[in-house]
C-alpha cells in the first residue's frame, strides 16, 4: 500500500502523544526537583519523574499534559518555596532558572542545583532555546537518545500542523489572554507562540516586538492597529467572566473587526511560559480550531 506524505506526517505526529510516559524509577538512583513547570513536564518526556514540583495544585490548570503522577509533592510555589518539604525529599538535583536566581543561596546548600536558561533577555527566540535547554538537560541525566526521540516527534507534529493548514487559506492570528474588559497580554516575537506559528505556517498579526518572555500588555483600542482585516483573535481561557459581556456593550469593541462572527475564539488554557510540550499543546489547540474552518 502506498503511503503518502501526508498520512506518514500524520501517522509520525499521532506517536508524539503516545511518547512513552515516565517512569517511577529514578534516574540513576537521583531524586530531581523541579522548580519549573517547562522543566518538569521535559523530565516527564523523558521518562523521569520528578520527586516534587512547585505549584503542583495548577498543574493540570496550565500544562494540562503530559499528566502529572499522583507521587509528585506539591513543595509550594516558586515564589515561597516549603523548604521544609524540600529537605524532606532529598533531592540530589533541583531545577530552577535564573528567573529564581535570589533563591540560589537556599537551593545550593540542600542539592546540586541545575539552573537553565530558556526566557532571558539573551537567549533569543524561545522554542529554540527551549530545544537546547531540553538536550542540556538530556546530557545532565545522561538521556540524550530520549531526549533526541521526544524532539523529532514533537517535530513531526508540528509539520503535520503546518501540512494540515497548508490546505486551506488560514488567517493571520492574534493572541491574547484577556486581564479585563479594557486590557489584555498580546503575544509576540520572540516567544513561545510566536514561534509556534511560524513553525506551523500560521502568520502572528500583531508584528509589534515584545518583551524576552513573548508578551505585552495593551489597551484593547491597540487592537485597531492590526493592519489585516480578516485577522482572527484567539484568546486563552481563563476569562475573567465580566469580560465578555461587558466587550458586547462596549462601543470601543464593536468597532473592532473581532465581534464578527468567527473572528473571536477562545481556547482552553496554554503556557507561554512553557517548553517544547507546551508549544506541542499549544499547536494542537491552534491546528485543530483552524482546521475547523470551512
Not at 119 to 124: A, E, L, N, R, Y
Not at 207 to 230: H, K, M, V
Amino acid at each position: 500500500m502506498e503511503i503518502t506524505r501526508r498520512s506518514f506526517l500524520q501517522y509520525t505526529a499521532a506517536a508524539v502523544l503516545q511518547i512513552p510516559g515516565p517512569v517511577l524509577a529514578e534516574v540513576a538512583g537521583q531524586r530531581i526537583v523541579s522548580l519549573d513547570y517547562g522543566l518538569a513536564s521535559t523530565l516527564l518526556s523523558l521518562g523521569i519523574t520528578p520527586v516534587g514540583i512547585s505549584e503542583q495544585a495548577d498543574w493540570n490548570k496550565w500544562i494540562v499534559e503530559p499528566a502529572l503522577p499522583p507521587s509528585v509533592v506539591d513543595i509550594g510555589s516558586s515564589y515561597e518555596v516549603d523548604f521544609e518539604v524540600l529537605v524532606q525529599l532529598k533531592p540530589d538535583i533541583i531545577l530552577t532558572t535564573p528567573y529564581l536566581d535570589e533563591l540560589l543561596p537556599k537551593l545550593q546548600p540542600i542539592a546540586k542545583v541545575l539552573r537553565l536558561e530558556i526566557f532571558t533577555p539573551d537567549s533569543g527566540a524561545v522554542l529554540p532555546a527551549a530545544v537546547a535547554a531540553t538536550r542540556k538537560l538530556a546530557v545532565e541525566l545522561n538521556r540524550e537518545s530520549q531526549a533526541e526521540l521526544f524532539l523529532a516527534r514533537s517535530d513531526a507534529f508540528f509539520e503535520t500542523c503546518r501540512e494540515r493548514l497548508s490546505h486551506r487559506p488560514s488567517p493571520s492570528v492574534a493572541l491574547v489572554s484577556f486581564m479585563d474588559a479594557r486590557h489584555a497580554r498580546i503575544y509576540s516575537a520572540p516567544g513561545l507562540f510566536h514561534n509556534t506559528l511560524e513553525r506551523i505556517g500560521l502568520r502572528n498579526a500583531w508584528t509589534r516586538q515584545s518583551n524576552f518572555w513573548g508578551f505585552e500588555t495593551i489597551g484593547l483600542e491597540e487592537l485597531s492597529s492590526i493592519a489585516d482585516p480578516e485577522a482572527r483573535l484567539i484568546a486563552f481561557d481563563p476569562v475573567p467572566a465580566d469580560v465578555l459581556p461587558k466587550l458586547a456593550e462596549s462601543p470601543l469593541w464593536q468597532s473592532l473587526p473581532f465581534p464578527r462572527p468567527g473572528h473571536l475564539s477562545v481556547l482552553p488554557p496554554a503556557l507561554m511560559f512553557g517548553m517544547v510540550n507546551e508549544a506541542v499543546r499549544f499547536a494542537r489547540l491552534v491546528t485543530d480550531l483552524l482546521d475547523q474552518d470551512v
